[in-house]
């Protein structure tokens, strides 16, 4: 039985934050990052040097699950805030 309506302090939009990366698979996050934030690869490579930043907000916390786990996937370490 679900609650009617989240809770008044419960938090429902997310960001994502890169945290770090490893430099090695530094290519295949920039990629990742180009998918997820549609920009263009100059943007996503700076994104991703100025790390920590915040890749994307204002997600459902599934959405911004899902996109931690695809950063982690390719070597990056990201976290919900």
């Given at each position: 039985?679900?609650a ?7 938090k ?21 990052i ?10 996503a ?9 915040v ?12 996109i931690?786990a ?6 990056a ?5």
């Amino acid at each position: 039985a679900a609650a009617a309506g989240p809770a008044a302090d419960e938090k429902t939009e997310f960001d994502v934050k890169l945290e770090s990366f490893d430099k090695a698979t530094k290519i295949k996050i920039i990629k990742e990052i180009r998918a997820i934030t549609e920009l263009g690869l100059k943007e996503a490579k700076a994104m991703v040097e100025s790390a920590p930043c915040v890749v994307k907000g204002g997600l459902s916390k599934e959405a911004a699950e899902a996109i931690v786990a695809k950063l982690k996937e390719v070597g990056a370490v990201s976290k919900l805030e």
